[in-house]
Each structure stands twice: as structure tokens, then as C-alpha cells.
């Protein structure tokens, strides 16, 4: 599966933004979706995952309330909705895919289970 980030960008303290992945060369709706990011200095962290159906979420305690996931299987892209932003989410944000087992449903927060990337995007919060 490949997939194609964007939407990143600079936004000050407040604001929002919405990131976008677009997937190709797999059945979407097969695929567990995920958001992950890494800061400069830091190691790659989990945001948000979505089940392939889009009825199950998860999001990190650091996003909760702020970040929404969601996805479109007949546009094959997942999209991260970001606000409230803060200095501390600047990083490059990857979108990742693995098959939707149920063993993704545990296992969702674990950047070695995703089996493609997509190229990352910037993300830059700053006044």
C-alpha cells in the first residue's frame, strides 16, 4: 500500500489543521489506520489510529479531546482534524497502515506493527 501525507504546515498556538492520507494499491477498508509523529529530538510516538469500518478510535492522552480521526473508504483517505494546537505537537506527522486483525485493536499504539508509511508532513506550531 502507498500511501501520500499532507496538509502539515505552520499555525500559531490555537489553531488548527487538518492532515490528510491518501491511500493506493490495497482495499482500504481492510486497512487499520494510524497517525504517528515525531518532534525534533524525539522518539516517533502514536496519535490516533481508526479501525477499517472507522468505528473504533484511539488517540493518545496527549491528543484526547483536541486531535479527531476519521476516514472516507470510498475516497481511501484518513484524515487527522488538529485543534487546540499546541507548541509541544510540532513534529512530522506519519500516517501508517496494517491489515485491520484483531490483533490491531491492542496493538494500535506500536509503530513496528504497521507494515507501510507514508512520507510524513510537517507540523510547526509557533507564533
Known amino acids: 500500500v502507498q500511501l501520500q501525507a499532507s496538509g502539515g504546515g505552520l499555525v500559531p498556538p490555537g489553531g488548527s489543521l487538518r492532515l490528510s492520507c491518501a491511500a493506493s494499491g490495497g482495499t482500504f477498508s481492510r486497512l487499520y489506520m494510524a497517525w504517528f509523529r515525531q518532534g525534533p529530538w524525539k522518539q516517533r510516538e502514536f496519535v490516533a489510529a481508526?479501525?477499517?469500518?472507522?468505528?473504533?478510535?484511539k488517540y493518545a492522552h496527549s491528543v484526547q479531546g483536541r486531535f479527531t480521526i476519521s476516514r472516507d473508504n470510498a475516497k481511501n483517505t484518513v484524515n487527522l482534524q488538529m485543534d487546540s494546537l499546541k507548541a509541544e505537537d510540532t513534529a512530522v506527522y506519519y500516517c501508517?497502515?496494517?491489515?485491520?486483525?484483531?490483533?490491531?485493536?491492542?496493538?494500535?499504539?506500536?509503530?513496528?506493527?504497521?507494515?507501510?508509511w507514508g512520507q510524513g508532513t510537517m507540523v510547526t506550531v509557533s507564533s
Open positions: 501508517a497502515a496494517r491489515l485491520n486483525t484483531p490483533d490491531a485493536y491492542t496493538t494500535y499504539y506500536e509503530s513496528g506493527n504497521y507494515d507501510d
Open positions: 481508526i479501525s477499517g469500518s472507522g468505528r473504533t478510535t
